[in-house]
């Protein structure tokens, strides 16, 4: 078992202000679609924690090169769209869902031979979602358990991919990510269409590239790239799936007033601010820049918040802040119905599980429904010290640790899973008294 972590109260709240480290999601494609171009990109603002980590690794063994002129900004120099070289060995995709997915995507089309590996959580989360599509492309993807799990090997095909028109089952950007990408290399062309709108930031860092998409409704449509245009520069913002645990925790800890610094406002991700919002949070956007990904700064005061009730429509704007926004209802005044959360069970772990069997021995305020959770909240005076375990899940073990810090503290084990996304994490957190 890794460290026992021990999170004590804060008693003054939040104040001054945080900088939010750089986007998971954009700093994995940063990497990815950098490594496709023959000129150097730099990129700054790069989240450096494990998952990204494994990205950059994927790259190497693809014979790209990546040097990272300090911690987060990083000097990328591919060979061109064909010239990914074959991997000498295996290569592991760690806790990572998005490189595994996507790269599955770019490898597709490739004339060599791949093969990946994954820790425990990914080796059981479900792959048919993208080797389903792809090998109606022509993509030949063998995998454990009739092609559903790691291991994974891509292997390369004779005829060049064809495009489909593919309707996705449930909304995911891994998936519509991995089908542009393998249409990207496809003879002719191809459209995805999710149910509803998940997060774009492969479309609109590919259009960064001069990459030309057609976006209808919830469809996107891709054909064959022959050149792709880098620009010099990519910065990374800060993370709104890491900055929703100071949005949540300044929000139920009195006499907090706090200031985000440069975080993505991109509106495939702010459903966070919307459902706090609606909940009676005091937040406002201060300077907001508008570039390829919109940034600003967060201003979050306390406030004192209402239960609320949301469902599938917004879920893919705030599908990784569930176990966060489970804790802000722990307080709120009333009850929260989360409904249509189902993806939550093949997340890092089955999280609709683990945060009802956690945040139950804090309080026992949650009822698991099948696809969501009813919170009883106002809660905020029936806290009890509890030993809750993270099951290794980053995103757990954070809002762990600000149920604890908002109450009456907490004992988490496998804390260390932070470093999956936030290595600085508790750092911060216990800067705060
Ligand atoms: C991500 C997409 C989401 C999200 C994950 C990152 C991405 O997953 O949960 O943390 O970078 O595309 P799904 O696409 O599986 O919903």
Redesign the pocket.
């Known amino acids: 078992m890794d460290k026992l972590k021990a999170i004590q109260p804060i008693k003054k709240g939040l104040s001054g202000e945080i900088l939010i480290p750089g986007d998971?999601?954009v700093s994995?494609r940063s990497v990815m679609f950098s490594g496709l171009c023959d000129r150097e990109v730099k990129i700054t603002n790069f989240l450096h924690a494990a998952d990204c980590m494994s990205t950059v690794n994927c790259m190497r063994a693809l014979g790209v090169s990546v040097k990272e002129l300090d911690e987060n900004t990083l000097i990328v120099k591919g060979n061109g769209l064909d010239g990914l070289k074959e991997p000498a060995g295996i290569i592991d995709a760690g806790n990572s869902?998005?490189t595994l997915r996507l790269m599955m995507g770019i490898l597709s089309g490739q004339k060599f031979l791949t093969t990946f590996t994954g820790d425990a959580s990914l080796s059981r989360r479900p792959m048919g979602r993208v080797i389903n599509p792809l090998s109606q492309m022509g993509a030949n993807i063998v995998g454990r358990q009739n092609n559903k799990y790691l291991p994974i090997t891509v292997i390369p095909t004779k005829e060049n991919l064809h495009g489909i028109s593919y309707k996705m089952p449930m909304a995911?950007?891994?998936?519509k990510?991995a089908i542009l990408l393998a249409g990207m290399n496809a003879d002719d062309e191809t459209t995805v269409t999710e149910p509803y709108t998940?997060?774009d930031h492969t479309e609109r860092m590919l259009t960064g590239f001069g990459v030309k998409l057609k976006k209808s409704g919830t469809s996107i449509t891709i054909s064959r790239v022959n050149k792709m245009t880098p620009p010099a520069e990519i910065h990374v913002p800060g993370d709104i799936s890491s900055a929703a645990f100071w949005l949540v925790a300044a929000s139920i800890i009195e006499g907090s007033d706090v200031i985000l610094k440069d975080v993505g406002i991109n509106e495939t991700r702010t459903g966070i601010i919307d459902v706090l919002k609606d909940m009676g949070a005091d937040i406002q956007l201060l300077n907001v820049r508008d570039e390829v990904e919109p940034l600003a700064d967060i201003r979050v005061r306390y406030a004192k918040l209402h239960g609320t009730t949301f469902g599938a429509d917004i879920m893919p704007r705030l599908?990784?802040e569930i176990p966060i926004i489970a804790v802000a209802a722990m307080f709120a005044e009333g009850t929260t119905k989360i409904t249509g959360a189902g993806?939550l069970r093949v997340?890092e772990t089955d999280r609709l599980q683990v945060i009802t069997d956690e945040f139950n021995k804090v309080c026992p305020c949650i009822e698991g429904l099948e696809d969501g959770m009813v919170i009883t909240g106002g809660q905020k005076d029936n806290l009890k010290f509890a030993r809750c375990n993270s099951h290794d899940d980053h995103r757990i073990a954070m809002a762990l640790a600000i149920l604890g810090a908002a109450g009456v503290g907490v004992e988490i084990e496998n804390s260390e899973c932070v470093n999956i996304s936030y290595p600085t994490f508790y750092e911060i957190l216990t800067h705060f008294e």
């Open positions: 998971k999601s994995h869902g998005t995911s950007a891994q998936v990510s998940s997060r599908i990784d993806e997340k």
